[in-house]
């Protein structure tokens, strides 16, 4: 068995002085050593910790909780330990319940250890019941962990990791983005309940919505993306990102992938129908969400979506649901009028699409399966190395 490495507990702060000692104190009456990462705080935080025997750091100016926990790494790592406890400043955590943590991450170390925190009680927000199924629902998508509370900020990491990491977010969305990289990297995401508190008159929260949200949405938005390619391994990503632009490299992928020629074959046609649908922001988010829900190819269902980048299938689509709604085809158009009015002739296009999608998935789908049993059968589903 690993021997448990030394564990220091990481307290970043920013702006909870009222509760920051009461979190601290926790911690030393359980027998850790305590480092506060103030986090450019305004309201004196350090002051109420200054008689206590833990080490502190300031950062200047705010710089995220993120950043706080990779700068607590830091000192960890010099000082010679091999474990780092986090936990939140506000008072929502019992120190008392670090034990069970550190216990559930040294039974499968070097691990990352997630305080489950019990929402069920009448004080829990609905807002936060709503953000950790998201996020949960978002890790899974992004690395395959069905994990119960990837919101919670009373984790155990290894120091290591933290420190030779390289993560893109400072600030919340750190720490979903940690998760999912540990588990690309191969470190057990281990589990324990841990109580959680909420004040009935609320907790000081530091998140913004529209920014915190967007940062969130971007994180998202490239873990997805690049989750897409991860399973296949290095030489077939390369294949992968080919075989998004050359319709040969497509149907060589394809042909070299486990899946059925059948399965592959819906795949292809869902990804045209989905791709066909007015909601191009999104559309690869989608198609790899429905894709992954279904157990289908992701990367046939993408690429096969190119078709749709083709301006003749909104253009068509609009046509179509013209056409419904009003039983004649839309002629009082030219290129620039289509621009200026293609917000108005949504709902056309959706129309349309429900229509045209299907019908030029399946105009795929029957092909894709044909040539892709047929490469098997004449043995060219070995892949290509570029």
Known sequence: ?????????????????????????????????????????????????????????????????????????????????????????????????????????????????????????????????????????????????????????????????????????????????????????GLAIAEAP?????????????????????????????????????????PLAVEARRALISPRAFLRTLASEHDSPAALATAVGLGVFLGSLPIIPFGLLVIAFVHHRLHLNKLAGMGASNVCVAPFVPFLCVQVGHLLLHGRWWTAWNRQGLVAELPQRLWEWLLGALVVGPALGLVLALPTWFLVKRCRATGKAAPRTW
């Not at 927000?125 to 009373?154: H, I, K, M």
């Not at 841990?194 to 938005?221: E, K």
């Open 194 to 234: 841990v109580r959680v508190l909420y004040q009935p008159g609320g907790r000081i929260s530091h998140f913004r919505a529209f920014r915190d949200n967007l940062r969130l949405t971007a994180l998202h938005t490239g873990l997805v993306t690049l989750a897409l390619f991860r399973r296949q391994g290095p």
């Open 1 to 185: 068995m690993t021997e448990a490495p030394r564990v220091l507990a990481v307290v970043p702060v920013y702006d909870h002085a009222a509760t920051l000692r009461g979190v601290v104190e926790g911690l030393l009456e359980a027998g850790l050593p305590v480092l506060v990462v103030d986090d450019g705080s305004r309201d004196g935080a350090l002051e109420r910790v200054a008689d206590l025997p833990v080490r502190t750091l300031r950062l200047e100016p705010n710089q995220g909780k993120g950043a706080a926990l990779l700068a607590g790494a830091r000192v960890a790592e010099e000082a010679g330990f091999g474990a780092l406890l986090s936990i939140d400043a506000d008072g929502q955590h019992f120190p008392s319940d670090a034990p069970a943590l550190l216990a559930a991450a040294f039974a499968h170390w070097p691990a990352i250890a997630i305080g489950v925190r019990g929402m069920d009680g009448p004080d829990v927000p609905g807002s936060s019941l709503f953000g950790r199924a998201f996020s949960n629902f978002w890790v899974r998508l992004e690395c395959g962990r069905e994990l119960a509370d990837t919101q919670s900020g009373y984790r155990v990491y290894p120091v290591a990791f933290l420190t030779g990491g390289t993560f893109r977010s400072r600030r919340y969305a750190f720490e979903v983005e940690v998760l999912v990289r540990g588990a690309w990297a």
